[in-house]
């Protein structure tokens, strides 16, 4: 199956390795025990496919989906993501997911959800090097403390094989600010300060 890069809607073929690996570190900011992956054949295996980008080949780490060709995973970061762009590789056979649908900020998505309109959609090609860049909304990703990747679906396969996802953007640490509440007097109350006015002015008149 030829797939050419006029199928690939926001995304580019990178051509210096090296620098796609100093850049695809967020996964350094996942918050992997708590990443979910729904449909996945064997527990937690989701969770392995987000490494560094240069164990991108190391087969023995995969995710599988289960009972049909979809793929939900919750990600959660251990900050704010500004988040640039999505590396998606699988294998060089029909299990390669076909499509990409991203939701930021919805925490515990089910499949009852990924009807929802999602915030970026991609028609992926198949991609077995890593190569294949798919960049995001700049704007709409300015600030994610949570994604949600859901792949619908394959090339035609039973099942959908993901050995890797890499994550590319600007990482910046969650500010926790407590809520301070002031009062301020913005005109005294006569009431409060009565007797000592008064006893100011008795003082005066004797």
């Given at each position: 199956m030829s797939h050419t890069h006029c199928c690939n809607h926001g995304s580019k073929n990178s051509?210096?390795?090296?620098?796609?690996?100093?850049?695809?570190?967020?996964?350094?900011?996942?918050?992997?025990?708590?990443?979910?992956?729904?449909?996945?054949?064997?527990?937690?295996?989701?969770?392995?496919?987000?490494?560094?980008?240069?164990?991108?080949?190391?087969?023995?780490?995969?995710?599988?989906?289960?009972?049909?060709?979809?793929?939900?995973?919750?990600?959660?970061?251990?900050?704010?993501?500004?988040?640039?762009?999505?590396?998606?590789?699988?294998?060089d056979n029909n299990s390669h997911p076909n499509k990409l649908r991203l939701y930021k900020n919805r925490p515990k998505m089910t499949f009852d959800d990924v009807n929802l309109q999602p915030d970026q959609e991609f028609q992926l090609t198949i991609d077995s090097n890593g190569t294949v860049e798919y960049n995001t909304k700049p704007v709409v990703f300015s600030s994610v403390h949570h994604l949600s990747m859901h792949f619908p679906g394959n090339f035609g396969e039973d099942l959908t094989k993901?050995?890797?996802?890499?994550?590319?953007?600007?990482?910046?640490?969650?500010?926790?600010?407590?809520?301070?509440?002031?009062?301020?007097?913005?005109?005294?109350?006569?009431?409060?300060?009565?007797?000592?006015?008064?006893?100011?002015?008795?003082q005066e008149i004797q």
């Open positions: 051509e210096n390795p090296n620098e796609i690996g100093i850049n695809y570190s967020l996964y350094t900011k996942i918050d992997l025990d708590n990443v979910e992956c729904l449909n996945e054949s064997i527990e937690n295996s989701g969770k392995f496919i987000f490494r560094s980008y240069e164990e991108r080949f190391d087969v023995d780490k995969y995710v599988e989906s289960d009972a049909d060709p979809e793929l939900l995973f919750n990600i959660p970061f251990s900050g704010n993501v500004k988040l640039k762009s999505i590396i998606v590789m699988g294998a993901i050995y890797y996802i890499g994550l590319r953007g600007e990482f910046s640490e969650a500010h926790h600010h407590g809520v301070t509440i002031c009062n301020y007097e913005v005109r005294p109350n006569i009431s409060d300060h009565k007797g000592k006015l008064f006893d100011n002015v008795n």
